[in-house]
């Protein structure tokens, strides 16, 4: 069988483009005792990727020139030398850049099987996997929501934002969205959970925020960092909670945060607030509750979801671009024929 892949060609300088990665056509070897092989069906992309190909982000050893590009997948088992995974298994996990993927099952693979079979698989890289996961237990732990309270979001139409705002309203709390588009906006009030959307491109943010909220905002659940950030900071009720998600409006420049000077970081202070980061893998022991309360959810109507998706993984390159052009409107995904 062959496999067709995307290896790291060049690094980055300022967008991605197809010239950075060489798609490649190797045979796949014989199963060893103990790996299985799964066939992709989709592919994500998510901002970070960008610092696997410059520095490998800080939690990943950098690509080298001729590596395989990292991300998640979701697939099948179609063959199997390993007791744990069996043929017609679909799991998700660390698939790589490419059609097919050999695994040995051993920890970095992060290898989960997908037990719900109401929703399309798809949702296992989005709203039922690390992208919605980061949703609900950004809001829910770190941001410690509860009934009754105001919820500012940024990239609101993006893929984890996409399910803050109905996340928000199932218990009991009000969500108002950041989006770049009328469009994104006029989504995130009729279909995705938010009592109201924010055009940051084209309002004034401040008032638009006043407008919402005029007694302030309980959790700002930032994606984007830099300005938007600032002037939420401003808007903090008293025991406030910023949820740090990403900071996708630094990731261009391939800067650290740093560089954007927080002017109103004292305001936390000012209003006894805290502002948190987190790593989503330290709630992994909690990913089939969120998984079966969210896929229920949906099954109920009450959680929506916005999927982008493009066709062919000559195309990756160009989902990842989406993110930073803000085009993307909910989880950026690439099916694999």
């Known amino acids: 069988m062959q ?10 300088t300022d967008f991605i483009t197809s010239s950075n990665f060489k798609l490649e056509k190797i045979a796949l070897p014989k199963l060893k005792s103990g790996e ?59 698939c790589g850049w490419q059609e097919y993927v050999i695994c040995d099952g051993s920890p970095y693979y992060m290898m989960y099987k997908v037990e719900q079979r109401i929703l399309p698989y798809s949702t296992a890289l989005g709203v039922l996997g690390m992208t919605g996961f980061t949703s609900y237990f950004g809001l829910y732990k770190v941001g410690a929501l509860q009934k009754g309270e105001n919820v500012l979001v940024s990239a609101a139409a993006g893929g984890v934002g996409s399910s803050v705002g109905s996340l928000a ?40 925020i006043d407008g919402f909220f005029p007694d302030g905002i309980d959790v700002y659940f930032d994606n984007v960092g830099g300005p938007l950030l600032d002037i939420a900071l401003t808007k903090l009720r008293r025991y406030a909670r910023v949820v740090c998600c990403g900071r996708i409006s630094q990731y261009l420049d391939g800067k650290d945060a ?36 969210m896929s229920q959810w949906i099954k109920e109507g009450k959680l929506n979801y916005q999927e982008d998706v493009l066709e062919g993984l000559e195309n990756m390159p160009i989902a990842l671009n989406r993110l930073f052009q803000k085009k993307n409107v909910g989880k950026q995904l690439v099916k694999i024929n």
């Open 36 to 94: 299985f092989l799964i066939k992709v069906f989709y592919l994500s992309v998510a901002p970070v990727m960008k610092f696997y190909m410059l520095d490998g982000a800080g939690i990943e050893a950098p690509l080298q020139v001729g590596d395989l590009m990292r991300g998640r997948g979701v697939g099948e088992v179609i063959e199997s030398k390993n007791n744990d995974f069996a043929v017609g298994d679909i799991v998700q996990g660390k």
């Open 169 to 208: 309203k199932i218990k009991g709390a009000r969500a108002v969205g950041f989006a770049s588009t009328d469009e994104k906006c006029k989504l995130l009030v009729q279909k995705l959970g938010y009592v109201g959307a924010i055009n940051y491109n084209s309002e004034n943010i401040a008032e638009q």
């Open 258 to 293: 740093s560089v954007y000077p927080l002017n109103n970081w004292h305001r936390i202070g000012a209003t006894r607030s805290k502002m948190e980061g987190f790593f989503i893998y330290d709630f992994e022991s909690d990913f089939p509750i969120a998984e079966k309360e």
């Open 3 to 12: 496999n067709k892949r995307l290896v790291l060609a060049s690094r980055p």
